[in-house]
């Protein structure tokens, strides 16, 4: 009895985290109620509840989810080379497989704004952030004595944030202007630019 209870927790958890992000992408972050969300993924608020504190923590799974994601296809797309590190193959491999999902981005934004009005919010936003980066400096740490980084960048950890930067770069001009293969071309360059110099 219990195993099922769980699954059907679980079950209902992922339903509400698809729900949100559709009602998220459609609506922006801020405009959004739980009951809105319960509406749409069919559960009543007692099921919300059960699940989630509130919209924050909800966002936050939705965002661990997604950084999961993205850290799994960038740690994966690196790991090819084994300790020897082709920088130009690796940097083509993380911009065909990294997600670069408009509607994500929107519900992303939307929510960094929020948390930049919310000193706790900012906090766990940052350690998440801080997750992803960590993922990529360790794999270029890895590397390092086999693959020569760009000396600008300092060490693995300052490769990183460079990574990210221009990842959030190329994604806030996709924001924009909604062109998903020329973002992917430009990270690439940027990418190759920044780890080659």
Known sequence: MAGRVTRRRLRTRANLLDAAFSVF????????????????????????Y????????????????????????VSGALALDGPDLDVTAAVDRVADVLLLDRDWLLVKTD?????????????????HRARLRRAIADRLARA???TR????????EGAAHAVVAA?????????????????????????TALLTG
């Open 25 to 48: 992408a459609a609506k922006g972050f801020g405009h959004v109620s739980i009951e809105e969300i319960c509406e749409a993924a069919g559960y009543t608020r007692g099921a919300f």
């Open 50 to 73: 059960s699940n989630f504190d509130g919209l924050d923590e909800l966002f936050f799974a939705l965002y661990a989810e997604r950084a999961e994601l993205i850290a799994e296809q």
């Open 111 to 127: 929510f960094l704004v929020h948390a930049a009005r919310d000193p706790e919010v900012a906090r766990c936003l940052l350690e």
């Open 144 to 146: 390092r004595g086999h």
């Open 149 to 156: 980084l760009s000396a600008v960048l300092g060490d693995a």
């Open 167 to 191: 990842y959030d770069g190329v994604t806030t001009r996709l924001l924009l202007d909604r062109d998903v293969a020329g973002a992917r071309a430009w990270l690439k360059q940027l990418l």
